[in-house]
């Protein structure tokens, strides 16, 4: 199923317009993030796979409320949240309503590919952004950005044409891990794991 999120080439998101996005659905913006461009200074991309989270979501960090981690969940609606996993990674989520968040899960590369190449040490491009974790490598995201909205540097991200979308179960979960919330564009090379 195809989605309406823009125009290539569109502005970027910014104040009352970002709020508008992202004050919806996790679903409906995890969605809707599909072929939007994220730029992060001068790296970035299409986003090519999301996975939606909520609040009342047992796999999600604001299941058992705010905390001083994970605190950026609870702010406005476009907020960033980023968060450490398996002590080594880091992953960047997208605040929507109060709790709920979508998680970026690839991206397809467009600008500063040899700064990514660099920082990934791999040349291959459909494995520089194929993950959470390669993600924000490549893209030079860590703690330090985390809690700011998207129209606030070094963050930009950009509305879309429509694309094909295909849905699945969520990733690296136990709990709560049969929800269809992992969501892709059709037939994209720059996924973390092909769609079943």
């Known amino acids: 199923m195809a989605h309406a999120a823009g125009a290539i080439g ?3 998101l910014t104040g009352p317009d970002l709020t508008r996005f992202f004050e919806r659905d996790a679903i409906a913006v995890a969605r809707d993030l599909l072929g939007c461009h994220l730029r992060v200074g001068d790296v970035g991309g299409r986003i090519t796979e999301t996975e939606a989270y909520f609040p009342d979501d047992a796999a999600s960090h604001a299941f058992r409320g705010p905390t001083p981690r ?7 609606p476009g907020n960033v949240y980023i968060y450490r996993i398996y002590g ?8 929507c309503t109060t709790g709920s968040a979508v998680l970026i899960r690839a991206l397809e590369p467009e600008a500063g ?18 993950g959470p974790g390669k993600l924000c490598q490549a893209l030079g995201i860590d703690l330090s950005l985390n809690d700011r909205l998207l129209d606030e540097p070094p963050f930009s991200i950009a509305p879309s044409a429509p694309v094909e979308i295909v849905a699945g179960k969520r990733i690296g979960i136990t709990k709560n891990a049969e929800a269809p919330w992992r969501f892709g564009i059709s037939g994209s090379r720059y996924l973390s794991k092909p769609f079943r």
């Open 10 to 12: 569109a502005a970027p």
């Open 70 to 76: 994970n605190g950026a969940m609870f702010g406005k």
């Open 88 to 95: 080594m990674h880091w992953c960047v989520n997208f605040v």
């Open 113 to 130: 590919i040899a700064t990514m190449i660099d920082r990934r040490n791999n040349d291959a491009l459909t494995q520089l952004c194929s």
